[in-house]
């Protein structure tokens, strides 16, 4: 393969779709690598090999590319009711097994911490996440759970969950980041189970 | 009181004391308000209205002044043993209610939320931030507890604490965003007793 024009456009234009999706992908990279903030159109656009003005025609804002680029690793709305179905006295077990092999895999935690750590960066990629996570997550499962409370139960759960995700993937504190995964499943399942089926108190 | 005069020491130059209490005044309120990666030095100095090069001389650089100003809400040494005497089935909501309390006191609040803003921000502050929590809530809550397992479960009572400040107060999902205080200490409290006291499987 021959090397990639660096930042200038050479050669055959590619397509828009392939154009759209070189964009995508150094958006992706970028927000992952530096975060919300300090990722630009302008860095974007060069990571990509394309104008500034390309990026903005097809996207808008940084912000409606973000929303673009940030995809879950998995889609809620398929895998909450195979996992919700059946005996609910194993829900927490098989939720927990899900997600802690979700972060396993490199790429379904790239996904999950670029999510949190934008999460926590500033407050507009605040916003977009709490619409996100509530249209995409929180009402499928509470839909799928359909008890009262459901909302807050689905919240729980989801705050368990970041919190695993910013104390052994993000910040790495021990004994947590290193624990054997089949040990993390044990250790949470019980938290997940009540979160979703015992009485909150 | 007379205005602070804006940038440029003029008059009667404060002590060495009050010149360092008005940086890390400064710094605290531009970590908290900006978040670690994009709090400068300069800014920081033209805050508190002093020279960069007088940031630097007390403080080294913006990591070792990042370190002396995240303070956290409440000393772990002082508290946890307190929390964690007498009975033992009580722990969790013992624990539960205190953390919410400081979370709801908007001084404690912005202090936590300005730490886990920082540990997500950038891998510095993470790995400062991983020593910080290591030797000043692991380790005494870890001594305190006295059992095998202990520092692991202080790393899952930790978890849950950083995803609570997540969820409820910088995402801000709803209803947890909006639950009574009293509710949400009954809602997490059987999670610390079980991380605390409980098989973790």
New interface residues.
């Given amino acids: 393969m021959s090397p990639r024009p660096g930042g200038k456009r050479s050669g055959r234009r590619p397509g828009e779709s392939g154009t759209r999706e070189a964009i995508v992908r150094a958006a992706r990279r970028l927000f992952a690598d530096l975060?919300y903030?300090?990722t630009t159109i302008r860095a974007i656009a060069a990571e990509a090999g394309v104008d500034a003005a390309l990026v903005v025609h097809f996207f808008g804002s940084k912000q409606q590319l973000f929303l673009v680029v940030v995809e879950l690793p998995f889609e809620p709305a398929a895998v909450l009711p195979r996992l919700l179905a059946g005996d609910r006295a194993g829900v927490g077990e098989r939720l927990a097994r899900f997600l802690v092999a979700v972060l396993e895999d490199p790429d379904g935690r790239g996904r999950l911490t670029g999510i949190?750590?934008a999460?926590?960066?500033?407050p507009e990629a605040?916003r977009m996440?709490?619409e996100l996570?509530?249209e995409r997550i929180?009402t499928p499962l509470a839909d799928t759970l359909g008890v009262e409370d459901a909302?807050?139960r689905a919240?729980?759960v989801?705050?368990?969950?970041?919190?695993?995700v910013?104390?052994?993937y993000?910040?790495?504190?021990?004994?947590?980041a290193s624990?054997a995964p089949d040990?993390l499943v044990?250790?949470?399942?019980?938290?997940f189970q009540?979160?979703l089926t015992e009485p909150?108190?």
Same sequence: chains 1, 2.
């Avoid at 999460?119 to 500033?122: G, L, Q």
């Avoid at 989801?158 to 695993?164: E, H, K, N, R, T």
């Avoid at 044990?186 to 938290?191: E, I, K, Y």
């Fill in positions: 975060g903030d300090r949190v750590r999460a926590a960066s500033e605040a996440l709490r996570i509530t929180v909302r807050l919240n729980l989801g705050s368990q969950v970041v919190g695993l910013m104390a052994r993000v910040v790495g504190v021990e004994p947590l624990l040990a044990r250790a949470v399942a019980p938290t009540r979160y909150l108190g």
